[in-house]
């Protein structure tokens, strides 16, 4: 079978189809050419951006993202990233909206605690947007966003930035099992083994930042993930062997050559 003749569901978010399944973030580059050029090689078509701490347009003085990711090239996904309240939250994200002519989907991050900032989901408030929400990976809580109306849900796999990759892969595979909108990583994720062991979980898709910025060659790193996303995805719907606790040996036993 020619590996052009695999086929996949469509990874679909509000109605939207895209062809990658790898996310990625904005910052932490060295430059702006940086980050077109690791976006560019990790094959993404959603990237977000920390309204907060980049310039789409807020000051028209300075260097814009948009002058190297610009929208007719990718989908921008605004987010609330250093925001502690729902109010600040929906504030960010409806200027976001405003700069960018209306941009409906939204990634909504409302952080309870600045030490470890994890995410305070309670404070999940919607005003027209696709929201796209960061939590925790509580599969009740994360069955609580869905119901309200999230466009995906977006467990963290460990602490934000920390590189730890997937601690508690039972929660997210409880999470995957339930949810009927797209399960999608989102922090944790240190290398590419990490986000292909996301993907043969069941995720829909990984979102990383740190990772690939803070890498030694973020070019690079962000075409590994590509690949580690595109493996994990293949292993998950090709169906992994049964793990046992006995050998089995690659070649039949029966009709072998004896002395």
């Keep these: 079978m020619s590996t052009s003749t695999f086929t996949d569901e469509p990874f679909v978010i509000a109605s939207t189809t895209y062809r990658s399944r790898l996310l990625v973030g904005s910052g932490k580059y060295k430059d702006l050419n940086e980050t077109r050029e690791a976006s560019l090689a990790s094959g993404a078509q959603i990237v977000t951006v920390a309204i907060r701490r980049v310039n ?3 000051d028209p003085n300075a260097p814009s993202l948009l002058d190297v990711l610009p929208p007719s090239e990718f989908t921008l996904l605004p987010n609330s990233a250093g925001c502690y309240s729902a109010a600040d939250a ?3 994200l409806q200027l976001g909206r405003e700069i960018l002519g209306g941009h409906k989907l939204c990634k909504l991050e409302v952080l309870g605690d600045e030490k470890t900032l994890f995410p305070n989901m309670p404070a999940l408030v919607k005003d027209g947007f696709d929201v796209m929400v960061y ?5 009740i809580q994360a069955r609580m966003l869905e119901d309200i109306g999230c466009a995906a849900i977006m467990p963290l796999a460990s602490l934000i930035g920390s590189g730890m990759g997937i601690l508690n892969p039972w929660n997210l595979s409880l999470i995957i099992e339930q949810s009927k909108v797209p399960v999608i990583v989102d922090a944790g994720v240190g290398t590419a083994s990490d986000a292909a062991i996301a993907m043969e979980l069941g995720c829909d898709g990984v979102l990383m930042n740190t990772a690939i910025a803070g890498a030694q060659d973020p070019v690079r790193m962000a075409h590994a993930m590509k690949l580690g996303i595109d493996a994990g995805r293949h292993a998950y719907l ?7 606790f006995s050998a089995s040996p690659s070649s039949p036993m029966a009709g072998r050559v004896v002395k």
């Design 238 to 244: 090709a169906g992994r062997i049964a793990k046992r």
């Design 56 to 58: 789409i347009g807020q």
């Design 135 to 139: 939590c925790s990976d509580d599969p």
């Design 90 to 92: 929906v504030y960010t």
